[in-house]
């Protein structure tokens, strides 16, 4: 499969190395030009934007729960179904529930809608011959998700850029440091703007091109399942620069993140799965 992706794959990393070129000399005068965080596009892409990674774990889990006879791999797919619903509610609260409920309010609120989903899963039929390929894939989606996360905050913690609408309220532009300068260790999320978590996070829609393993009829469709995430995350990236959250080169490395660790679960699950999927 990895061999069918192989011109995708290529047009990604040729898109993404061009844009980081731009950035490194027009970072700071693309932010400037495109600087409206009262945008209502912005904003709802900003509560929006990432989504898919709130969401991956706990369909993710559900379908785990469900698909899988294994015991281990069925507390696996609880765990991740209620961690993944808990992370959805802190993700409600700050974007749409901060006037109305507290942030434990908003974590039991993503609770409910894990039960909920876990609910629904059960009425849902899967061919029995196509519920190996799905427990591999959700295995792998949790791995994707998880590994652009810790990526994505390590270097954020790390990397201590700060964001352009942080150097609008200090009234000045002096403190604004190009992508490939580390300004240090930081805790302030004001300074944590390289490389993107929300395009990081739009990214993992990404996952769609796990799809064709699972049915012949999306291997039919494979260019849709890299243009549709490619055309969604770029919508988001830019959403971020309007908001003055983000650089460019700050976007192009967290979708950079996410598309990589998805690239490396393709190549994982062709050599270790192939022949299966083959069948």
């Known amino acids: 499969m990895l061999k069918q992706w192989k011109p995708f794959i290529l047009c990604f990393y040729v898109l993404a190395a061009a844009l980081l070129a731009v950035g490194t000399f027009v970072d700071l005068k693309l932010d400037v030009a495109l600087n409206n965080p009262t945008s209502e596009f912005a904003r709802w892409f900003e509560a929006t934007g990432e989504m898919p990674s709130r969401l991956v774990t ?12 294994k015991p281990l791999l069925r507390i696996f797919g609880l765990v991740a179904n209620f961690g993944g619903a808990a992370y959805l509610g802190e993700h409600l609260h700050r ?39 799905l427990i591999i894939l959700c295995v792998a989606g949790i791995a994707v998700w998880f590994t652009q996360m810790c990526v994505i905050e390590s270097v954020k913690i790390v990397w201590g850029r700060v964001r352009y609408r942080e150097l609008l309220r200090q009234g000045s532009m002096d403190g604004f440091m190009p992508w490939y300068r580390p300004g240090g260790f930081t805790s302030s999320n004001e300074f944590k703007s390289f490389p993107s978590g929300h395009t990081a996070g739009a990214g993992l829609s990404f996952l769609m091109m796990l799809l064709p393993y699972v049915s012949p009829k999306w291997k039919q469709h ?17 959403s971020r620069m309007m908001m003055g959250a983000h650089f460019l080169s700050d976007v192009t490395v967290g979708a950079t993140v996410t598309f990589t660790a998805v690239v490396i679960a393709v190549k ?10 083959e069948e």
């Open 95 to 133: 974007y749409f529930f901060r006037d109305t409920f507290s942030l434990p309010a908003g974590i039991v609120f993503g609770l409910g809608v894990g039960v909920i989903a876990l609910y629904i899963g059960q009425y849902i039929h899967v061919p029995e011959k196509l519920k190996k390929p």
């Open 222 to 238: 494979k260019v849709w399942c890299f243009i549709l995430p490619l055309a969604y995350t770029g919508t988001v990236a830019f």
């Open 58 to 69: 706990t369909v993710a889990g559900v379908m785990l729960f469900y698909l899988s006879e």
């Open 268 to 277: 994982i699950i062709d050599k270790k799965f192939s022949l299966h999927f």
